[in-house]
């Protein structure tokens, strides 16, 4: 009996690292039947599969998206569903294959999304502040970036024929997406107008978007590409004039278009793909064929796509995360060759920059739903799905709240139903930042980019008459900045799929390329 009783904790313990809830045995089930599950589970969990090769890759990278978002989210997740929380799991969570990514850059210990997806994209390390381009090249500088430019997976991927997507909910011309396609000495070159004078021999992001088929062909003698059939996020602003009269019907600015240079460059890409959709709201998203129709092109804000709690809020409607993925895998996975996917989720980083928990983590449920929309969709035998993060940020989980205690709430001890007090004699929450613009009380608000039209209130604040569980509540902070910043530590990478179980350990960021590379043998092509 005694050994039975060891042999049942033991499996229970595993199972629990594997992805089973021991919390609690169900009334309905026997010891004998969560020890037959328990067994069940760890047997899949240590088949390692010997299947190497995948047809399809999907690459998801949560911007932002911490050790410690990770765990708050879930919790959030298991509380939104009526439970104490920690016990749950995000979807990719349960990914057989999991490693830690570090994510510092060339000259940077804290990073930027700029070097760590130029490193995930390239298989190479490289500055802060630069995309799709290795660490000889001056930031700013124009004149450093000819010959130091590095091919994407995305690049290899089309090379190979296979099908590409680039999706964000960020400005589709942003660091990271932009890390897939395009060279550049200085991130914040999106349009020409951010460029200065003396780079006339660079172009800028939204131009290499729009022209990535014809580049990819320069650059390399006797390929013969398609150009990226699927590419959906926000920023249009960067690809049309600065004039009104190029306005789109949901522009919320006087004139949407920053372009200095008077060109259209949504009508180009339209020009480039005549049987292609061109497309701004939901509306328009949802009439998309993807059986039939060509290449999609979608710019579904001027600037970032909203919030995933603020999208109802949106002048012409906007689909979510999980909406475009969906959409995506429909429209690539007509391609026999396979094909090759990146979706990030722009505004967990956002959120966290703002001070916002409850939409840095919000937005970290869509993209949880995303990736579970993924693996329902593709098989598991053929395509590697790997989810991700590019870097942290300086979000803590703090204190000694008991357990269930409401993730967004104030800290409340273990036996206790009063919120527990600091030495200041005022409560506290679980949640806060190290640095940024710290405290607010927004009431209903759901986009936390509001904090940006006040000063910073930092330090302690008294909390005893304040919902910290709204949705317009910004964390405190300790030091103050104009914008929270990212984190320096170790990221986490979950994988599943051919391939996956070369994901272990402790690893640079650049093996992320390798293990997409290891998968397709991109290189080879």
């Known amino acids: ?105 060339v000259d940077a210990q804290t990073p930027d999304s700029a070097g760590t997806m130029t490193a995930m994209m390239s298989g190479l390390k490289t500055d802060v502040g630069v995309i799709g381009v290795d660490e000889d090249i001056v930031r700013g500088e124009c004149s450093t970036q000819s010959g130091n430019e590095v091919i994407t997976a995305l690049e290899l991927a089309e090379i190979k024929g296979m099908s590409t997507g680039v999706i964000s909910t960020a400005r589709i011309t942003h660091a990271t997406p932009a890390a897939t396609y395009a060279k550049s000495a200085d991130r914040n070159w999106e349009d020409i107008s951010d460029m200065p004078d003396d780079a006339t021999d660079c172009l800028d992001i939204a131009d290499q978007l ?49 372009r200095t240079d008077g060109r259209d460059l949504t009508a180009e890409w339209q020009e480039t793909y005549p049987n292609g959709s061109y497309i701004v709201d939901q509306a328009g998203f949802d009439a998309l064929d993807t059986e039939n129709g060509g290449h999609i092109f979608a710019l579904f804000n001027e600037s970032h796509m909203q919030y995933e709690a603020d999208r109802a809020n949106d002048v012409a409607g906007e689909p979510s995360l999980s909406e475009m993925t969906t959409t995506a895998i429909n429209k690539l996975d007509n391609n026999e060759q396979g094909f090759f996917l ?148 170790d990221i986490s990478l979950h994988a599943q799929g051919p391939g996956a179980q070369l994901a272990q350990g402790v690893v640079e960021q650049s093996v992320v390329f390798h293990l997409i590379n290891q998968a397709l043998d991109l290189v080879d092509e």
Request: no cysteine.
């Open 1 to 105: 009996m005694k050994k039975n009783w060891i042999a049942t904790a033991s499996l229970i313990a595993i199972a629990v690292s594997s992805g089973l809830n021991a919390q609690v045995l169900p009334e309905h089930q026997t010891e004998n039947q969560w020890y037959t599950d328990a067994q069940s589970k760890l047997v899949e969990k240590s088949t390692v599969s010997n299947n190497f090769k995948a047809k399809n890759v999907i690459l998801f990278v949560g911007d932002g998206m911490g050790v410690s978002t990770l765990t708050a989210s879930r919790i959030m997740q298991g509380q939104l569903a009526g439970n104490p929380g920690e016990e749950g799991y995000l979807s990719f969570e349960t990914f057989p294959h999991t490693a830690l990514v570090k994510t510092y850059n």
């Open 210 to 258: 729009v022209n990535f088929e014809a580049n990819l062909e320069a650059r390399y003698t006797g390929v013969d590409v398609d150009g990226i059939e699927v590419a959906m996020g926000g920023g249009r602003r960067h690809f049309l004039p600065n004039d009104e009269t190029y306005n789109s019907t949901d522009a919320v600015s006087t004139i949407e278009g920053d």
């Open 342 to 489: 990146m979706v990030e989720s722009g505004r967990i980083d956002h959120g966290h920059h703002a001070g916002s928990a409850y939409n840095a983590l919000t937005d970290t449920l869509e993209f949880a739903d995303a990736v579970e929309a993924a693996v329902n969709m593709t098989n598991a035998d053929e395509t590697l799905i790997i989810v991700t993060a590019d870097h942290g940020h300086v979000f803590t989980i703090a204190g000694y709240p008991k357990r269930g205690n409401p993730i967004l709430g104030k800290v409340v001890s273990v036996g206790s139903d009063e919120a527990a007090m600091a030495s200041d004699d005022m409560p506290y929450t679980t949640l806060g930042y190290t640095n940024g613009l710290g405290f607010r009380h927004l009431g209903t608000e759901t986009d936390a980019d509001e904090t940006y039209t006040s000063d910073a209130v930092t330090g302690r604040q008294d909390l005893t008459d304040v919902d910290t569980t709204t949705s317009g509540f910004h964390q405190e902070a300790l030091i103050p900045l104009g914008s929270e910043t990212h984190s320096g530590e």
